[in-house]
C-alpha cells in the first residue's frame, strides 16, 4: 500500500514490486545467470513483462520460449528465458502488478461470448501493445468501429501498434471455427494543426520535421512492435 500511494508512475511501481519478488528469490537461493545484462534486474524485468509477455499476449512458458522478442536489444537464450518467465509468472495465477492486471483483462476479453459495444474511440493510443489492441477489438461489434488516435511525436516508445498499417484483427469467442477475420484498417495522418498559433508553428516545424524523420527510419529499420 505504501508503494501504491506513492509519488511514483505505474512502472516504477510495477519494477518496485518485481524488486521485492527478486529479493524474495534471492532469499530462496535461486542462481542469477551469467550475462553482461543483469537478467533480473528490476529495470530489465519490468520492460519484458509490459511489452513482451503482456505487450504479445503470451499465455505460457512454452509461448514464451519461441516468442521473436522484436525490439528487445538483448538476446535471451532458452535458460535465461525460462529464469525470466519464473520470476515474472508465478504459478497460480498470483499476479502482483499492473502488467498483471492488464492480463487478466485480455483473458476476459478473449473469454467474451459477444462484444460489448458498438463503437470504441480511444485516444492517446500512441504507446498502445498489441494486446491492448486486441481488448479493444474484442470489445467491439463491428472491427471498423474501432477508432483510434494518437501523436508519434508524443509516444514514449517506438512503434505502437497503430502505426502498423495492414491488418487489424477481428477475434470470434469461437476462433477454432470460424478464425479471426482480418481486415485492413484506414490510417489517416493530420496534416494541419488548429490548435497553435502561425509563428509558434514555425518555430516548431523544423524540430518536428527532425523528430518525425527520426522515427519514421527507425521504425523502418527496426520494427519495434510494443513500449
Excluded at 538476446?75 to 498483471?100: A, E, I, K, S
Excluded at 467474451?112 to 504507446?127: G, S
Excluded at 522515427?215 to 510494443?226: I, K, P
Aim: with cysteine; net charge negative; glycine share 6%.
Amino acid at each position: 500500500s505504501d508503494v501504491c500511494s506513492s509519488d511514483l508512475n505505474v512502472n516504477e511501481v510495477t519494477a518496485h514490486l518485481i524488486a521485492q519478488r527478486i529479493e524474495a528469490l534471492d532469499g530462496q537461493g535461486v542462481a542469477r545467470p551469467q550475462s553482461g545484462v543483469e537478467l533480473l534486474s528490476p529495470a530489465f524485468a519490468e520492460a519484458e513483462l509490459r511489452r513482451v509477455i503482456f505487450g504479445l499476449g503470451v499465455v505460457d512458458d512454452q509461448a514464451y520460449l519461441k516468442v521473436e522478442r522484436t525490439g528487445r536489444r538483448t538476446p535471451l537464450n532458452p535458460q535465461q528465458r525460462q529464469l525470466v518467465w519464473n520470476l515474472l509468472m508465478p504459478p497460480g495465477g498470483d499476479w502482483f502488478t499492473w502488467p498483471h492486471r492488464r492480463m487478466d483483462a485480455l483473458a476476459a476479453a478473449r473469454a467474451l461470448e459477444r462484444p460489448i459495444y458498438d463503437h470504441v474511440f480511444i485516444d492517446e493510443c500512441q504507446d498502445m501493445t498489441r494486446a491492448d489492441l486486441e481488448i479493444a477489438a474484442r470489445l467491439v461489434s463491428d472491427p471498423s468501429h474501432l477508432v483510434i488516435a494518437g501523436d508519434e511525436a508524443q509516444a514514449l516508445h517506438l512503434g505502437p501498434s497503430y502505426r502498423r498499417a495492414g491488418q487489424v484483427h477481428r477475434y470470434y469467442a469461437s476462433e477454432s471455427a470460424r478464425g479471426p477475420e482480418f481486415r485492413l484498417w484506414q490510417h489517416h495522418r493530420l496534416t494541419g494543426s488548429y490548435r497553435l498559433p502561425l509563428r509558434i508553428c514555425e518555430a516548431v516545424q523544423p524540430l518536428a520535421e527532425a523528430i518525425a524523420s527520426s522515427r519514421a527510419a527507425q521504425t523502418a529499420a527496426h520494427d519495434v512492435v510494443a513500449p
